[in-house]
Nanobody, 115 residues
Framework: QVQLVESGGGLVQAGGSLRLSCAVS????????IRWYRQAPGKQREWVAI???????GYADSVKGRFTISRDNAKNTVYLQINNLKPEDTDVYYC?????????WGQGTQVTVSS
């Protein structure tokens, strides 16, 4: 059974940084892509960043220049580095993995940015 476990969220002041982690059960290279999403209460889940098995990365326009996605294959973990945090980054951040048309989700980690 595939499990994704996010961690690293918390309360931080505007301008600060956080590094979110997504630990994937088993070999991370089984997955075609791994993505980060975020969602605020009452809003649609928003795609944030993507990393492929070959290391290609992509970002939503709203986070380019502040967010960096990376992976450590040895640790089966994907990271999301968030710099210069803004109050509007306050959301629950979710990790998503795709393999052969099937998506898997983690439980999310809360990021709260105070102004």
């Amino acid at each position: 059974q595939v499990q994704l476990v996010e961690s690293g969220g918390g309360l931080v002041q505007a301008g600060g940084s956080l590094r979110l982690s997504c630990a994937v059960s088993g070999n991370i290279n089984r997955f075609n892509v791994i993505r980060w999403y975020r969602q605020a209460p009452g809003k649609q889940r928003e795609w944030v960043a993507i990393i492929t098995s070959s290391g290609f990365t992509g970002y939503a326009d709203s986070v380019k220049g502040r967010f960096t996605i990376s992976r450590d294959n040895a640790k089966n973990t994907v990271y999301l580095q968030i710099n210069n945090l803004k109050p509007e980054d306050t959301d629950v951040y979710y990790c998503n993995a795709l393999r052969d048309g099937t998506e898997y989700w983690g439980q999310g980690t809360q990021v709260t940015v105070s102004s």
